[in-house]
């Protein structure tokens, strides 16, 4: 940032005197020192943009994990544009069936066009795959905090039949889920800039047991794991005359997964269905 200091006269009655008295009382006078804010020199167009996205585990027991955000500010001549998005989504599987847990998206554009301005907004927030809030705004907007918990899968979950030796075993399965969002948009007026401070979480936590047990057998089922705990926080501002600024940092806790079945007779059978581990990542997107 580029700084201009100017020199101003302590007395604003000093502005009402002749420019040569004025002159004269400017060299003799008390002065107070202001600081004016001139813009950097930009080039027409700045974009910051970033992605993470991952695969976890695997058909039995896993998901996926995907998070964008991206910045851009343009001022060519009497246009001038700021705009900001946000995505952030999980998705779990479990037993062989997979289900979206949570997608939160959001965006802005504030645009300048010879003295003409347009603010716009919108927002989606889905889980299990359906929409439970959606919107588009025109000003400054603020999103309260909110979260929920749930069944993926249902109150009745999902079985799968698994060969554990000679014989099979039906195994049933949940996952408990949740996801909580808060969001502050920036859409000043007489200006084209746009400025987000939100956050999004989602995890999911599955589990499962042995849904059909065979006479003379003893059967089980074993599992352990954090399907997805993810965290993106936001912080950013795009303006047409000042340029980027801000983060946004997308964390993953550490991940184990273990999904086994075991059948015991006169000896016992073990198939493993799911062993992946990651430990912790931290990324800034923008």
């Known amino acids: 940032m580029f700084l201009a200091k100017i020199v101003l006269p302590a007395s604003f009655a000093l502005l009402t005197l002749s420019a040569a008295a004025n002159a004269q009382t400017l060299l003799s006078s008390p002065t107070l020192v202001a600081t004016i804010l001139t813009p950097p020199s930009l080039p027409p167009a700045e974009s910051r943009i970033g992605s993470y996205s991952k ?7 896993g998901g996926s994990v995907y998070a964008y955000a991206g910045t851009v500010r343009q001022k060519q ?6 705009s900001a998005s946000l995505e952030f989504r999980g998705t779990a599987k479990v037993l062989k069936l997979t289900k979206e ?4 998206v959001g965006s802005a554009v504030n645009v300048m066009n010879n003295g003409v301005q347009n603010r716009s907004g919108y927002y989606r927030v889905e889980v299990l795959g359906v ?11 603020t999103f309260a905090s909110q979260s929920s918990t749930f069944n993926l899968f249902g109150s009745n979950g999902v079985s799968a039949s698994v060969p554990v030796g000679p014989v099979s075993v039906t195994l049933k399965g949940n996952a408990g889920c949740g996801f909580s969002r808060s969001a502050n948009w920036l859409l000043p007026a007489a200006t084209a800039s746009v400025g987000a401070n939100a956050s999004a979480s989602a995890y999911a936590f599955a589990n499962a047991q042995v849904g059909v047990g065979i006479p003379g057998f003893g059967l089980g089922v074993g599992i352990q794991g954090k399907i997805l705990e993810q965290t993106l926080g ?3 501002s795009a303006n047409a005359t000042w340029g980027l600024s801000g983060s ?19 000896y016992t059978w073990t198939t493993n269905l799911c062993s992946w581990s990651a430990g912790a990542l931290t990324r800034t997107l923008i």
């Open 248 to 266: 946004v940092t997308y964390t993953l806790k550490a991940i184990t997964l273990q999904l086994y079945a075991w059948a015991q007779a006169l």
């Open 77 to 82: 001549g009497t246009y001038e544009l700021g």
């Open 131 to 141: 929409t439970v809030q959606s919107g588009s705004f025109q000003n400054n907007s």
């Open 101 to 104: 847990v949570a997608e939160v």
């Open 234 to 236: 936001a912080n950013v």
């Open 55 to 61: 695969a976890i585990g695997n058909d039995w027991l």
